[in-house]
């Protein structure tokens, strides 16, 4: 008995290690066939992906940005990585990034993938936490711009709207957010956090959708309200048309696209502009002075204050240059074989532009880990434009939303220090402006300021 039971032992031994062997083997076979075939390319160098997973073991969990960098330290300003089974070359500084958008713009004019979103789109002193206000008041800029109409910051469906926003770039930003933009084959099966991304993406579409509808409803083809009523008029012109872009499924997702992009990257923006104001009490000080010299204390800030007021201009460009909201840009893809660089990008490879590395491009900025709005000015204190400052990217995919973000920032910037002295609860040594997550957006660490009334 004994020795029957030995050699069943030996058996299922031999037979496990037969087992192994042949996965080890057809393991290490799979990865040779692989990196064999990636030779044959003609594409940027990068580290060695592996079947599958591609380079997601070089991509530290919440620090895309960092570990970007990290590989652009090792193979240069162009270089090409694997995101799951997906290929992406990777462009950093202005040099690189100018060369692509603008140079060769019509080649990487294509809309990249973004596995997370593609489902979809198919004594009076007050201390507060400034998130939600900012989140607040510029939704209602830019929903009053969309969708013709403002909301009660107490109105428990714009609150929906706002709170469903913030979250969902906050998931988007974190360590779940970045694994299901790089492997979602394998994350669309896997549970968690990232998950509610698509949830928060289909309660605004269901939000877009229902004031489209409203829209259709009322609508009165020689007074338009908003954008919609004027899309929707453009539509019924081009009705005949049937390659027309004017539909109702581009209506709808731009509409999605500008009011989640504009109203997240508006309110993240103050408040990351609000929160290096706090660390630099002299800025603020220079900001009051041109207030009350261009605008005074009567009247509120108009559009038309803006060209009169370079220093708050600049210091709103710095605030986007620093703060960097969006390091990694927006995801481009190239549209036939491109020559690049000596390399040959095939056609649909994703392209990511490193906003981070344009924005803080030494060649361009001076000292660019300090926070200097005199960058922007000439020695007569007039504005200068900086061809590098691109916070909604450049070419041919830049931010629809740009003018409209610029022109909401100002105007919140310049109201509430034109009406209230901002003072923190820290001492400004002690304020700290690195970002909370640092993923596809840097979102700045909870903080609290007291607003006092001026006199």
Known sequence: MFMLQSKVARMALAEAVTAALVLVTSSLLLISWWRKSLKTCNLPPGPPPLPLIGNLLQIRRGETLSSLLALRKKYGDVFTMYLGTRKVVVLCGYKAVKEALIDQGEDFSGRGDMPSMARVYKDYALPFDPRKLFGCVSANVICSVMIGKCYDFKDPEFLTLIDGIKKCFEQ????????????????????????KIISYMDDLLKFVSKRVQINQDTLDPSSPRDYIDCFLNKMGKEKENPSSAFNMTNLVTSILQ???????????????????????????????????????????????????????????????????ILPLGVPHTVIRDTLFRGYTIPKGTNVFPLLHTVLLDPQHFRDPEQFDPMRFLDEKGDLLKREALIPFSTGKRTCPGEGLVRMVMFLIFTTILQNFEVKPLLLPKEIDVLPLTSGFGNVPKPYKFCAVPRT
Request: hydrophobic residues 35%; charged residues 20%; negative net charge.
């Open 172 to 195: 988007w930003s974190s360590g779940w957010g970045q694994l299901y933009d790089v492997i979602p084959h394998i994350m669309d099966h896997i549970p968690g956090p990232h998950h």
């Open 258 to 324: 500008i009011i989640f992009a504009g109203i997240e990257t508006s309110s993240t923006t103050m408040t990351y502009g609000f929160l290096m104001l706090l660390k630099y009490p002299e800025i603020k000080e220079k900001l009051h002075q041109e207030i009350d010299s261009v605008i005074g204390k009567e009247r509120p800030p108009s559009i038309q204050d803006r060209r009169k007021m370079p220093f708050m201009e600049a210091v709103i460009n710095e605030i986007q240059r620093f703060c960097n």
